[in-house]
């Protein structure tokens, strides 16, 4: 099993950056492939971006693409969000999850999920 947490979300004005970390626990980490997703007030949960379990490969939505960076660190157990040139449509509850398979953007690939992280871009 994959147990994850994650965090550093926060208030930011538009044009801003956070960047949002997920820990994970469990052995297996190292082997999976971890996406980033959001939902916001009244919406349904979208696909942001996913890393393949090396780090040698990432997938992106393409309302992110060029302003997010997703990445990992197997030894710590930990994939990363940076977020930047962040708009007011930006804001969300994002998630971080675990699959077996990549690429994909499906939520129904990924196994595990993390509670979410509330990200609010002001504009």
């Known amino acids: 099993q994959v147990q994850l947490v994650g965090s550093g979300g926060g208030l930011v004005q538009a044009g801003g950056s956070l960047r949002l970390s997920c820990a994970a626990s469990?052995?297996?980490?190292?082997?999976?492939?971890m996406g980033w997703f959001r939902q916001a007030p009244g919406k349904e949960r979208e696909f942001v971006a996913a890393?393949?379990?090396?780090?040698?490969?990432?997938y992106y939505a393409d309302s992110v693409k060029g302003r997010f960076t997703i990445s990992r660190d197997n030894a710590k157990n930990t994939v990363y969000l940076q977020m930047n040139s962040l708009k007011p449509e930006d804001t969300a509850v994002y998630y971080c999850?675990?699959?077996?398979?990549?690429?994909?953007?499906?939520?129904?690939?990924?196994?595990?999920w993390g509670r979410g992280t509330q990200v609010t871009v002001s504009s």
């Open positions: 890393i393949k379990w090396n780090g040698g490969s990432t």
């Open positions: 999850a675990a699959a077996n398979v990549y690429p994909t953007s499906s939520s129904n690939d990924y196994s595990y």
């Open positions: 469990g052995r297996t980490f190292s082997s999976k492939t």
